[in-house]
């Protein structure tokens, strides 16, 4: 199993970046995913979640309104469109997945099975 995230890069505050995550080696459509993120010096934290179908999504407080995760089925892709960013979303943001029943989501990091490799968002003041 494989999961390419890209998109991240250097963005100004109130700025849209949208990062995608391919995902190889695994039926799609039986996993659930989530973007995940980690700022220097802490702990890794749950930013979305999507399940198998993306009939349910889940959002961290602190992105809730500004983000939005979706996913493509027949492209075998999760997508997180990220909106009016702050400096304080600068971090690596991780997709991850699980296989899942239907409607399940994971909002933490120890339940997810597979990790892509991150990718960088750098949001200036």
């Known amino acids: 199993v494989q999961l390419q995230a890209s998109g991240g890069g250097l963005v100004q505050a109130g700025g849209s970046l949208k990062l995608s995550c391919a995902a190889s080696g695994l039926t799609f459509s039986d996993y659930a995913f989530g973007w995940l993120r980690q700022a220097p010096g802490k702990d890794r934290e749950f930013v979305a979640a999507?399940?198998?179908?993306?009939?349910?999504?889940y959002y961290s407080a602190s992105v809730k309104g500004r983000f939005t995760i979706s996913r493509d089925n027949a492209k075998n892709t999760v997508y997180l469109q990220m909106n009016s960013l702050k400096p304080e979303d600068t971090a690596v943001y991780y997709c991850a997945g699980r296989s899942a029943w239907y409607s399940s989501i994971f909002s933490t990091a120890d339940d997810y099975e597979y990790w892509g490799q991150g990718t960088q968002v750098t949001v200036s003041s």
């Open positions: 999507i399940s198998r179908r993306g009939a349910v999504t």
